[in-house]
């Protein structure tokens, strides 16, 4: 455009270095910034915004929170929500918490109420369980009411940590805040019980799902009607089990039949779950 006269304006500019933020370019962020800035065209909140999200994900924090003091002490421009995601969301990534922590109080401290984004930069992050429901908890305190998005992701991330304790208390929490589970989230439940190795709940909370008239999905239906009619098999296999291990006389055979019999059950459940498809988490 300006090489056939058309100069460009700052929502000109603001586009493109969004679009260049967006897809991790900080090299073309910061040419087209300095561009800017030689053509005497003013940055506005949108370009800082963009600027200093593409700073952060690149790992320069301390030249993304510099930018944003120019940006309000030198330019006058207040930061808003946005500003401070911008920054809190590639922290969060970098696990850099206790940076993504002082912005986030800085944020509090300038009277800007937190948005979802903001505690899915925290919740999305999280290597461990620990202060999961402590932020839940925060964020009903400050209105931020969390969605049905925030649920799938820690019900994934639940199962993802093979803590089904926190997935069915998280589920009960749901309900309690008055979000009743769509098909995504049985899915994803439903997925992460089979991938613990639980596919009796994962049966019942599909035929749950399907009590619901919720549209089934052709895959775990696959995954159920072979694992039931391969129960019976497991059974009979069980049963087998529990026959020799008994016949052997003057031997206390309880620990080892039930090891045994658990890793049958397992080896089956990963059979059955594997060959349709599924991949288990590691621990």
Avoid at 68 to 84: F, H, R
Avoid at 135 to 147: D, H, I, R, W, Y
Avoid at 175 to 203: C, K, M, Q, W
Wanted: aromatic share 10%.
């Amino acid at each position: 455009m300006s090489k056939r006269g058309i100069r460009y304006d700052v929502v000109s500019y603001a586009s493109i270095i969004s679009c260049y933020s967006k897809a991790g370019n900080i090299y073309k962020v910061l040419k087209i910034y300095n561009r800017m800035k030689e053509m005497n065209i003013e940055p506005d909140r949108k370009v800082y915004n963009a600027v200093i999200h593409a700073l952060a994900k690149a790992g320069h924090a301390e030249e993304a929170i510099d930018l944003l003091k120019t940006m309000d002490e030198k330019k006058g421009i207040s930061p808003n929500a946005v500003t401070y995601n911008s920054l809190i969301k590639p922290l969060c990534k970098a696990q850099k918490i206790n940076e993504a922590r002082a912005v986030f109080d800085e944020m509090l401290q300038r009277g800007l109420p937190p948005t979802i984004p903001t505690y899915h930069a925290f919740l999305r992050y999280l290597r461990t369980a620990e202060g999961v429901f402590e932020l839940l908890e925060n964020m009903s305190k400050v209105g931020c009411q969390p969605t049905n998005d925030t649920y799938i992701m820690l019900i994934r991330k639940f199962c993802r940590w093979r803590q089904l304790d926190n997935v069915f208390k998280l589920w009960d929490l749901m309900i309690r805040n008055g979000i009743s589970p769509d098909r995504s989230t049985y899915i994803v439940l439903i997925h992460g019980l089979f991938l613990n190795g639980e596919l009796e709940l994962a049966h019942q909370y599909y035929a749950e799902m399907k009590e619901k008239q919720l549209l089934p999905e052709p895959k775990i239906d696959e995954v159920i009607q072979t694992w039931l009619s391969n129960k019976q098999i497991a059974k009979l296999q069980l049963v087998k089990l529990e026959g020799n291990q008994s016949s052997k006389p003057g031997r206390d055979t309880s620990t080892r039949f039930g090891r045994d019999k658990n890793f049958v059950r397992q080896a089956e459940t990963r059979r059955v779950v594997r060959d349709r498809g599924f991949s288990f988490w590691e621990p």
